[in-house]
T-cell receptor, first 113, second 111 residues
Framework: GAVVSQHPSRVICKSGTSVKIECRSL??????MFWYRQFPKKSLMLMAT?????????EQGVEKDKFLINHASLTLSTLTVTSAHPEDSSFYIC?????????FGPGTRLTVL | QKEVEQDPGPLSVPEGAIVSLNCTYS??????FMWYRQYSRKGPELLMY????GNKEDGRFTAQVDKSSKYISLFIRDSQPSDSATYLC???????????FGQGTTLQVKP
């Protein structure tokens, strides 16, 4: 149990376009989901906490207008990278909270040309 | 000082060796402790989860927590080449629900 999926697994886009990434908890309900960003050979950097039915809470330094988060249901959170630029290229990973731990999705590799 | 410190390695061992991975933390509010394994270009996979001092065993893996010294460890017995990955320790604050990660230790098990 405790499976989290992400879609797409990989996306390549042109600079200036917007990209949406979906995170789903497949076998449990998650009122709280998290979005992370990971650079090569680095640990995970928390971007924001996504709460079902309310606004996301962003970490310091993360632009909320750049990274739009919607948690519309107990099993789905979406991250939209708006007007993506090459510096937004990264590995984005979501997680879903279940009791006192988090289960992670497989990640989405975003490449902005 | 980082809230969770972990030696990034890399750590290279021969197949069959016992591996010891360690982290220290500074925040007494941390109540839950996890070890994740992350293969290259994949999301972290939960390996072990503990919330009290002592040992917890699952197959070849043993997680150890010492809250008095704020020290957490993961032991891997009979290590296999398939164990080659990055291992991340994480502490969870029950107040915020956020995970605080160590830097991750890269492990290579050579056949």
């Amino acid at each position: 149990g405790a499976v989290v999926s992400q879609h797409p697994s990989r996306v390549i886009c042109k600079s200036g376009t917007s990209v949406k990434i979906e995170c789903r908890s497949l076998d449990f309900q998650a009122t709280t989901m998290f979005w992370y960003r990971q650079f090569p050979k680095k640990s995970l950097m928390l971007m924001a906490t996504s709460n079902e039915g309310s606004k996301a809470t962003y970490e310091q330094g993360v632009e909320k207008d750049k990274f739009l988060i919607n948690h519309a249901s107990l099993t789905l959170s979406t991250l939209t990278v708006t007007s993506a630029h090459p510096e937004d290229s990264s590995f984005y990973i979501c997680s879903a909270r279940r009791t006192d731990t988090q289960y992670f999705g497989p990640g989405t590799r975003l490449t902005v040309l | 000082q980082k809230e969770v410190e972990q030696d990034p390695g890399p750590l290279s061992v021969p197949e069959g060796a016992i591996v010891s991975l360690n982290c220290t933390y500074s925040n007494s509010a941390f109540q839950y402790f996890m070890w994740y394994r992350q293969y290259s270009r994949k999301g972290p996979e939960l390996l072990m989860y503990t919330y009290s001092s002592g040992n917890k065993e699952d197959g070849r893996f043993t997680a150890q927590v010492d809250k008095s010294s704020k020290y957490i460890s993961l032991f891997i017995r009979d290590s296999q080449p398939s164990d080659s990955a990055t291992y991340l320790c994480a502490c969870l604050s029950s107040n915020t629900g956020k995970l605080i990660f160590g830097q991750g230790t890269t492990l290579q098990v050579k056949p």
